[in-house]
């Protein structure tokens, strides 16, 4: 059986020790980063710090290095976010600190994406993202994007205060088939109303499936501002996003 | 350890277990992102979401709770609130607010719609 001595990484000993309290939790990942190789203890340590750029680098240098993209997925990628996780659970971290760790995810799969076309997986859809103008609210269009990105989609995330001009322009510039947008106002919440006209206005709206959430939108408001889809939280939207792509 | 793969050729050809293989890390990824979320709903019912470890708000907008914790302007805000409620019912809307938001929404589409109509009467009002 290993020992927390075993793992090289500093960061790491000090994650496990620190915030695994559950001991078959404590064990497992004892087990786990005892017999990774110190680079894919070091992308582990920066996803769980929220590193993207430093996350991004590793996961480059490692392909690059000829390690096997499987194990940088299990032992630096998902190996990090499995303490994430724990830390969410047991509230040592809370939501930002979840986003920022799933983005260094995205960093990093960012470069495992090529092979995943080789291997012929491709991405469900690409989805444009983004609260509507007026509106400053992200962290549910975030945890949206995080699922999506989880789930296979491809996400461009436009922010928040995003205008219809910007949204029409993003589903052109990436041949989306799928748009997001996200209010938390009941002032901003008639934008969506507006984005959706002037996609018909541009003569796009065939072209595209539009889905909207947020704290007072419900499925009646979908229907009356002329929405393909509700959605009432993170995992509704990959739900909506899927049966609207049909998949 | 699982071992090295191929090198910069593994991007080239890969078998159908392969590709299983990388499927079931997707499905894992997936899994581990929908327990977060799922658990980030029920966080979000007893402490603000834009409130992180250390208390400060990472909010782009104003909020009555936020507070300096310094003097220094560049400094993050804090989150001045105790962090016991439900952040959601701050924002729940009123009745009337949903219903000035459902008329303002039948207003766009009825506007749009006749300014498709007749295009040339609506660039006049312009």
């Known amino acids: 059986m290993s020992e927390l001595s075993d793992i090289t990484n500093a960061t790491i000993r000090h994650e496990i020790e620190e915030y695994v309290e559950i001991q078959k939790e404590r064990d497992r990942n004892v087990e786990l980063f005892s017999r990774t190789q110190p680079l894919m203890q070091e992308i582990a340590a920066a996803l769980i710090e929220g590193d993207n750029e430093l996350v991004d680098q590793l996961t480059l240098r490692a392909l690059d290095a000829g390690i096997d993209a499987l194990e940088v997925m299990d032992d630096g990628l998902i190996a990090g976010m499995g303490i994430v996780g724990i830390k969410f659970r047991e509230a040592f971290i809370f939501v930002p600190e979840v986003l920022s760790c799933a983005r260094a995810m995205k960093a990093g799969m960012k470069h495992i994406e090529p092979i995943l076309s080789a291997s012929g997986i491709e991405p469900l859809g690409t989805v444009i993202m983004g609260t509507v103008k007026g509106d400053l609210h992200d962290i549910g269009k975030n945890l949206c994007i995080m699922m999506l990105g989880g789930s296979g989609f491809e996400c461009v995330d436009l922010g928040v205060d995003t205008t219809a001009d910007e949204f029409i322009d993003a589903v052109e510039e990436h041949q989306a088939s799928l748009v997001g947008m996200s209010a938390l106002l009941t002032t901003t919440m008639p934008y969506m109303g507006v984005t959706i006209e002037a996609f018909i206005d541009q003569g796009i709206r065939d072209e595209v499936q539009i889905m909207v959430g947020g704290a007072p939108v419900t499925e009646e408001f979908a229907d009356a501002m002329g929405a393909d889809g509700y959605g009432k939280d993170a995992l509704e939207c990959v739900e909506q996003a899927k049966a609207l792509l049909k998949l | ?126």
């Open chain 2, 1 to 126: 350890m699982r071992g090295t793969g191929q090198g910069p050729s593994q991007t080239l050809t890969m078998d159908d277990s392969k590709q299983a293989e990388l499927r079931k890390r997707l499905d894992r990824i997936s899994e581990i992102f929908g327990t977060m979320a799922s658990h980030a709903e029920d966080v979000s019912q007893s402490r603000c979401p834009y409130r992180d470890r250390l208390d400060r708000c990472t909010a782009l907008f104003s909020c009555r709770n936020q507070r300096k914790a310094g003097d220094g302007e560049t400094e993050a805000f804090q989150c001045g609130h105790d962090g016991t409620f439900d952040y959601r019912s701050a924002w729940e809307s009123h009745p009337l607010s949903h219903e000035k938001a459902r008329l303002r929404i039948q207003k766009i589409r009825s506007e749009a719609e006749a300014a498709r109509r007749s295009p040339s009467d609506s660039d006049a009002q312009e």
